[in-house]
């Protein structure tokens, strides 16, 4: 295939004026006869990782930004930016697309008090997975594109694009989720679990909500919203700044967890509403309120109390919100328009399903009154308008429209941008195959018109555009070439780089890059028979006759994709060098294939990932160069779960197995997530426990190794507890390797490299490790 114009620099890799052909990634790219662009030179060395090198500063990534937004006016682009020597502090940069020239905005060192966070906060960061961060984890921009509102260690912030910068509060409680409305006259935030707003013109401050207490809170979304539904706000202001959205959340039914936050010198009880699965959630409300909180109506959410409040947002006149109600059981999806004066409601459209419904963060109300969004109805994910009550597919076919399911430009992906004006949306797909990501463009007016390809293939990206949908910041990503990020115009052109990452010079990766291995990307066939699942491998260069042995990677959860196409990871290719051959396969179940291929894990989690991941290992055992005897699996999480039942379901079918932070009851589990794949404890218990990590646990007879961090208030501790106690009772042996302080995310630069460190030690004691034969 031909790179398209326009695409970032395009090059048939395939030609004999490349001098570098004989890289490893060109090499794979030809026999796939794609086309990427490359950055990869001769410029570049083979020196072999270590695990200190791998995780230590800088990032061998190169500048890895998050949080990138555009100003609202284009001129600038904002981003939070790690330190070249802390990569766990961040600071807010702003680039300027024209130039090229980069500058610190906010310091966050010079600003920063050193407050201990508060727990609220503390969990904030952990449903986001940046509990390990500091400095500025997030920003807003104001509508005006004049200031950022900065929070930090507490307090609240305004950066103005000078560099000047005003604090708004100074309390020692913290103000969580502060957020500047649409028109740019007010900022939002909670603090003491009530709704307060700041008028920047006049600086006064006022609390609008009442009646919160330890179990009631205003404004902020709950547990179940930031860890499963991708919600993260819990107040929406309108357009035109004269009314709000607030959640009330009650958590007084919920049941109440005591869990020990086991630290290295203390060990704190904490006391959290956490809703186990067949357990009450917390009841949400829908308020609307003027900025003063007068006026203050209850949203009409039906006489049900016992539902999500998936989504929230506003028409663009601001004259009606619209909400995504989603059943507990998650088999019906209601979109509800709501008067923000009455609160009265009616329904928009419905979305039902035998098994379950995923949620996703497509929904456009456009100006001429109809809606575009995305639906799984067809049995792929796929872009619908609903005009005038009558629903139209804009794409169809055997592929999915990406799902948004969170903020970020890495997780970027469904509808990204739509222009009313030209009748135009660009959105993700992946089109091509499942392991694919890519960007199109619809005239969604145009009646037929399909699809058009807007970046190159060979590489993997996601991106985020302005409101206008004609400038985009596109992240881009391949074997060989870690995330680049550029300016790009509605038609897939670049026009200026915000990060070209090329790896050469000083780059970080570039003394490495030489010795990295590609990936072979295929299918085998599934425990069924006949489907055919993705798989990704890696192998270090062999002998004629040579067997290596495997590093068998897991995580085969329902929300995931196990197998993408993009940059190989850095401990990927660290473990190819000490002689690990890397495998990992993506199993019925999971997401990207259509509804046909993710259900039939539906009320048998445990089951079919086990029968596939099982298929997986029995073809990869047959490969040239692997030694049948030497394959060790390890996952986090899932993962974790995965680890324990595959070693349950074929005792000796590993040589060693490692379970991080595993769900081993599904009981111990919160709601959303749980009773969407596996339904009501109280009505399936049969099910939950064949799905159980703990019924088979005495049939493990491979050597094992649980990790687990001891504050983790996502897969609770209690869950490897049970599982040491069934293994002591029944004399099965195992190690561990528990983690003080740390919640389900067991990261850090020292403590990776300890954990990796634990890791490749057990497997080398077991005679599982490279040289061990």
Known sequence: MKGRPGSPGALFLCSRKVPYLRNAFLLAACAALVTVPTTVNAQVGNKPLTLERVYASPSLTGSTPRSLELSPDGRLVTLLKPRPDDLERLDLWAIDPQTGQSRMLVDSKKFESGAVLSEAERMQRERARIANLKGIVRYSWSSDGKSILVPLDGDIFLADLNGNVRRLTNSKETE?????????????????????????GTGKSAQITK?????????????????????????????????????????????????????????????????????????????????????????????????????????????????????????????LVVDPRTGK????????????????????????????LTSERSG????????????????????????????????????????????RLIFSANKGRAIDSHLYALDYARKGAQPIQLT????????????????????????????????????????????????????????????????????????DGKTKLDYRMLSPKLAPGQKAPVYFKVYGGPQSRDVSFGFVSPIDQYLVQQGWIVFQASNRGQEGRGTAFQTPA??????????????????????????PARVAVHGHSYGGYMTLKLLEAAPGAFAAGISAAPV??????????????????RKEPAAYAKASALTDSVKIRDPLMVI????????????????????????????????????????????????????LNFLKRNGVAPGAR
């Open 664 to 681: 081993t009851r599904w009981e111990l589990y919160d709601t959303h997530y749980t009773e969407k794949y596996m339904g009501d404890p």
């Open 211 to 335: 009646g919160a207490s330890d179990t009631v809170s205003w404004g902020l979304a709950e547990f179940i919203a930031q860890e499963e539904l991708g919600r993260t706000k819990g107040h929406w202001w309108s357009p035109d700044d004269s009314r709000i959205a607030v959640a009330r959340v009650d958590e007084s039914g919920v049941e109440l967890a005591t869990r020990a936050a086991i630290g290295a010198e203390k060990t704190t009880v904490v006391e959290q509403r956490y809703p186990r699965a067949g357990t009450s959630n917390a009841v949400v409300d829908l308020y609307l309120m003027n900025p003063d909180g007068s006026g203050a109506v209850k949203a009409d959410l039906g006489d049900d109390p016992d539902y999500y409040l998936a989504r929230v947002s506003w028409t663009h006149d601001g004259r009606s919100v619209i909400v995504k109600r989603l059943s507990r059981d998650q088999h019906r999806l209601d979109y």
């Open 456 to 527: 190159l293939d060979g590489t993997s990206n996601g991106g985020k555009f302005d409101r206008s949908g004609r400038l985009g910041l596109i992240s881009t990503n391949y074997p060989g070439q870690p995330t680049q990020l550029w300016l790009s115009n509605d038609k897939g052109k670049r026009l200026a780089w915000i990060a070209e990452n090329k790896v050469t010079g000083d780059h970080p990766l570039a003394p490495y890059i030489g010795a990295f291995v590609a990936p072979q990307y295929g299918q085998l066939i599934a425990a």
């Open 345 to 372: 409601s009616r329904i928009l459209l419905t979305d039902k399903a035998d098994n379950w419904i995923n949620l996703g963060n497509d929904f456009y109300a456009l100006k001429d009154g109809s809606f575009l």
């Open 176 to 200: 969580l989720d502060a957020t500047v409305s649409e028109k740019g006259r007010y900022v939002s935030y909670v603090l003491n679990n009530e709704l307060n707003v700041l008028d920047l």
């Open 708 to 759: 687990h961090g001891m504050s983790d208030d996502n897969v609770l501790f209690q869950n490897s507890t049970e599982l040491f106690a069934k293994l002591q009772e029944a004399k099965v042996p195992f190690e561990t390797m528990v983690y003080p302080g740390l919640g389900h995310s067991i990261s850090g630069t020292n403590i990776s490299v300890h954990q990796w460190t634990t890791i």
């Open 380 to 423: 792929y994910n796929h872009i619908y308008r609903l005009a005038n009550g009558k629903l139209s597919q804009l794409t169809s076919g055997p592929w999915e429209v990406g799902q948004v399911k969170k903020e970020g430009l890495s997780d970027a992906r469904g509808i990204l941008a739509v222009n009313e004006e030209l009748g």
């Open 602 to 627: 539906y009320h048998k989690l445990g089951g079919v990932e086990v029968a596939d991941q099982l298929a997986a290992l029995a073809w990869l055992k047959k490969q040239p160069g692997v030694d």
